[in-house]
């Protein structure tokens, strides 16, 4: 059976999407309970979206001067972007690993991801590399920031030295901010290139409402002219996702600091589990994501077969690497911890006798 089949017609722990199945604030439900009751969804929703929503957007990305576009899910402003900005053969600055999705979206579009490799220390860009891979056929860098999958974040210095290259060269720059809030510290491109940023922004993992499929593209007017062609949203997105991404914005100041708190408990237990496991580790720690990745290289076990072994034996839903590298996913498994932290501890309890069981 697929693993996915078999996870959503199993109770398993989830680790496997990044998605954030931690309390966050009841006001969410009780918004899309409201518009049930009252039907709200007779109707379409107005085509710019609910009243207060964009605004509360710009306001967590602290840029007023900046414009929105409702999406369904961060995914489908990441394609929005590249059908927009992307001729033939144009090349965007790319990682691997990376969320491989974006470098489809990309080729659909004809242009090149270059496919960087970071899976080596400093487990991320650096300007150096960046500047190297510019050519007169860059059209974007791809900051994904925080990384998936690695959990890697950036400093304020680094984004500044990206940005610095994407105004010397005429670029843009991508800025996927999926997992900004899980971060000790996030600086926005728009700090240093406003007129060349774009963002793709979602409440999927911060806000735990991935199955709303909410986004939003945001962008400086200039640039937001052209990517609108190819918003098929003309009658804006599911309306129950837009109250409920209202809610979540409007009180995440109340509840993220405990999302974030127990995402860090539950890296320190996965960490001292990973440390009495011969031969394998974690390449970076601690995470500044919701995830990060386990490498089981020097083991000689297949990613596949380890996430084979937790989820049909354990009911235990990691994800193996080929999902996110091309080069580099036969070497770890990917697993989020942005659950209860007693799916952590299972993980925990099972994974060191299941890498033994596979090592032998």
Request: with cysteine; proline share 6%; net charge negative.
């Amino acid at each position: 059976m697929d693993p996915f089949e078999y996870a959503h017609k199993h109770k398993v722990v989830w680790m496997a999407q990044n998605t954030n199945l931690l309390p966050t604030t009841p006001k969410i439900k009780e918004a899309v309970i409201k518009s049930l009751d009252e039907e709200e969804y007779n109707n379409y929703p107005y085509k710019k979206g609910i009243f207060g929503l964009k605004e509360a957007i710009l306001d967590d990305l602290g840029l007023p001067d900046f414009e929105v576009i409702l999406t369904g899910g961060g995914t489908e402003a990441l394609y929005i972007i590249m059908r927009a900005m992307l001729k033939d053969n144009d090349e965007v600055i790319t990682s691997d690993p990376s969320y491989f999705i974006i470098h489809h979206f990309i080729e659909t579009s004809k242009g090149i991801p270059t496919n960087l490799p970071i899976y080596k220390n400093p487990w991320k860009y650096t300007p150096e590399q960046i500047n190297e891979a510019v050519n007169e056929k860059t059209k974007m860098i791809l900051l994904i920031d925080p990384i998936n999958p690695l959990g890697t974040g950036y400093s304020r210095d680094e984004v500044k030295a990206i940005c610095e290259i994407a105004n010397d060269n005429n670029l843009f720059v991508l800025n996927d901010i999926t997992y900004r809030d899980f971060a000790d510290n996030h600086t926005l491109t728009a700090e240093f290139a406003p007129e060349r940023t774009i963002i793709a922004y979602s409440v999927s993992k911060n806000c735990g409402m991935a199955g709303m499929r909410t986004g939003a593209l945001v962008a400086p007017p200039e640039l937001m002219h052209g990517m609108r062609v190819f918003n098929t949203n003309d009658l804006s997105i599911n309306i129950l996702g837009q109250r409920a991404a209202l809610a979540a914005l409007e009180t995440k100041n109340e509840w993220m600091p405990n999302v974030k708190k127990t995402t860090r408990n539950n890296q320190k237990i996965i960490k001292k589990c990973v440390d009495k496991t011969d031969g394998v580790f974690l390449p970076v720690y601690p995470s500044q994501a919701n995830m990060f990745l386990i490498d089981i290289g020097e083991r000689k076990i297949k990613p596949e077969e380890l996430q084979n072994k937790l989820l049909y034996e354990h009911n235990i839903f990691v994800r193996a690497g080929n999902y996110v590298s091309k080069s580099f996913g036969n070497r770890f498994i990917r697993t989020s911890f942005s659950i209860p932290e007693e799916g952590v501890k299972k993980f925990a309890d099972v994974f060191p006798r299941v890498v033994e069981e596979l090592g032998k």
